[in-house]
């Protein structure tokens, strides 16, 4: 099978200060500012053309992190990724402009793109109808709700016809009738045999959407697998974890940061 996504040894550092003064003092003085903050640390997983790959794992599990570097957001600190063909995040108010109105967010996006004048105003109207937004469409996005970013951001990319799609937390917010209208056009994107990767903490969407599952924690990679294998041991895992106390969560995250650092 022809490999769609290739993720090697990858990790992603941070710096984190305390204050603006402090960022701008490691900028001119000898003196190292700041701490190191590793959102991802050596994950190494493959996607065949055609894999509808599931991101779990609890909030700053490093998931949107791997989807942003999939995505060509944000680069890598080490290690290697390989994407073979054109990709398409859907995150609530990824890439949008605020001071834009929702057309000329469309507009501006679709120019990034490449698409020409005569192709965007062939598709201008179809995004505008799938998102839902006609009387909203030409007032600054910074007036939207998170639900409506997130319309007209799905809309958008669906309708660019990307080889991969990267869809993080983006059917979380808005109605469920829009979200259900979502999940139908990424059925038909499965039924074409286009490349899936979705973040959701709904787990009941991945058992019915999902064919593999990576459950990252705490930034390392813990399962990567079939929905039958993965699922089951991360609902496992998410009921311990709910009885722990506050002590106890830290010392756990701890254990699995150290443990990763020493491979």
């Known amino acids: 099978m022809e490999k769609a996504i290739s993720v090697k040894n990858v990790s992603k550092k941070y710096i984190l200060y305390d204050s603006p003064k402090e960022r701008l003092l490691d900028l ?3 003196k190292k500012y700041g701490k190191e903050f590793y959102a991802l640390t050596n994950v190494t997983f493959e996607a065949e053309k055609g894999d509808i790959v599931g991101f779990i794992g ?3 599990s490093g998931k949107s992190t791997l989807s942003n570097i999939i995505g060509g957001i944000v680069p890598e600190t080490s290690g290697e990724v390989i994407v073979n063909g054109q990709t398409s995040l859907i995150a609530v108010a990824s890439g949008l402009k605020d001071d834009l109105s929702g057309r000329e967010n469309i507009e501006l996006k679709l120019l990034m793109l490449g698409f020409n004048k005569r192709e965007i105003q062939d598709l201008e109207p179809e995004i505008i109808e799938f ?7 030409d007032q600054p996005v910074k007036s939207y709700s998170s639900g409506m970013k997130s319309r007209l951001g799905f809309a958008i990319s669906i309708n660019v016809d990307p080889d991969i799609l990267i869809i993080d937390e983006a059917l979380s917010v808005g109605d469920k009738a829009f979200a ?3 999940i139908n ?5 499965k039924k074409e045999g286009k490349t899936m990767i979705f973040v959701s903490h709904s787990l009941g969407q991945m058992k019915e959407f999902c064919e593999k599952i990576l459950w990252l924690e705490f ?8 929905v039958n294998e993965v699922l089951p041991q991360y609902e496992s895992f998410i009921n311990q974890y709910k009885k722990m106390s506050k ?3 830290d010392a756990y995250r701890l254990k ?3 443990g990763s650092s020493a491979q």
């Not at 998102?131 to 469409?137: C, K, M, R, V």
């Not at 056009?185 to 994107?189: A, D, G, L, N, Q």
């Open 256 to 258: 699995i940061i150290q």
């Open 185 to 189: 056009k990424m059925r038909e994107f």
């Open 58 to 60: 609890t909030n700053g």
């Open 28 to 30: 001119i003085t000898p």
């Open 180 to 182: 259900e209208k979502s």
């Open 219 to 226: 930034g390392t990679l813990r399962a990567f697998g079939s």
């Open 131 to 137: 998102s839902e937004l006609e009387n909203f469409i």
């Open 247 to 249: 002590s106890e969560k």
